[in-house]
Structure formats: C-alpha cells, structure tokens
C-alpha cells in the first residue's frame, strides 16, 4: 500500500495551518460571519481554484463526465460542501473570539469525531494503535481547552 496519501495529508495540514493564520489576521475590525461570506464567494479566489482543480484534472487525465455522478455522489457532495460552509462559520466565529493557537487545535477535535463516525456509520475497525493516537488527540485538545 502507498503513502502517497500522508504526503497529501501533511499537504493539508499545511495549508490548514495556514489558512488559521491568515484568517486571524483578516478577521480583524469585521464580523466572522461577514469575512466568511467574503472568503467564501471571492470571485478571484474562485477563479484560481477552479483553474488550479481544472489544470490539475486535465493535467492527471481525470476528467469525468457529470452524468457519471450517481443522485447519492450529488447528495453526499453538496452535504460534505454544506458542512463545511457550516464549519467555517463557527470556526471564523471561534477564531473572532479566542487565540488562533488554541483554536486551531480545538478544531482538531474533529480527528476524534471522524474515527468515531468512521466506526458508527462506515464500518471501520481502527487497530489498538489508532485508538491510542486518538485517545491522545483527545487529552491534547481538553488540555489545551481547560483553562485554569
């Protein structure tokens, strides 16, 4: 098996960090609802975005066509997008309000809640070693949550 999927993962977890960072500092002086609409629907953002997926898909020769999408890929992909407009909102909303470097790591918790779905509503069996990790995840974030 390849692990070509940590490589993209640390990717995102880059980029993630970042994108704390970087919305701290544009939050300041304006509403976290406001900013995350702007985040959200700039058009220049957009644009690169949809260049960049379209370079990458043409580039790797995996276009597909949209009639391929079954209703249940439609539906789970809008949820997935819809959750994550969701997220962000009370991310930016959190991030408004507390330092981005306790923040950031709460939001992490969502490591813990994933597993736990994964074994609920996939069927995933993680190994003892997996449940360690994300034990330790877990008094991360409560450590860095409880304030004395």
Same mark, same amino acid.
């Given at each position: ?22 919305? @701290?500092?544009?939050?300041? !002086?304006?509403? #976290?609802?406001? =900013? ?9 953002? +957009? $644009? ?44 930016? @909303?959190?991030?408004?309000? !507390?330092?981005? #470097?306790?923040? =950031? ?9 994933? +597993? $736990? ?32």
């Amino acid at each position: 098996m390849s692990n070509e999927w940590l490589y993209w993962a640390l990717a995102s977890a880059l980029f993630a960090s970042l994108t704390a960072i970087f919305a @701290k500092v544009g939050l300041q !002086g304006i509403d #976290s609802d406001f =900013a995350t609409f702007i985040r959200t629907v700039v058009i220049i953002r +957009t $644009v690169v975005i949809l260049n960049a997926l379209a370079a990458f898909l043409t580039y790797s020769g995996k276009w597909q066509p949209f009639g391929s999408l079954t209703g249940k890929n439609w539906t789970f992909l809008i949820l997935s997008g819809l959750a994550t407009g969701v997220s962000w909102l009370a991310y930016f @909303k959190a991030l408004q309000m !507390g330092n981005a #470097s306790q923040v =950031a790591p709460i939001d992490k918790f969502s490591i813990v809640l994933v +597993t $736990v779905f994964a074994v609920i509503f996939l069927g995933e069996r993680p190994s003892s070693q997996d449940w360690i990790g994300i034990a330790l995840v877990a008094v991360g974030v409560l450590t860095l949550a409880i304030k004395r």
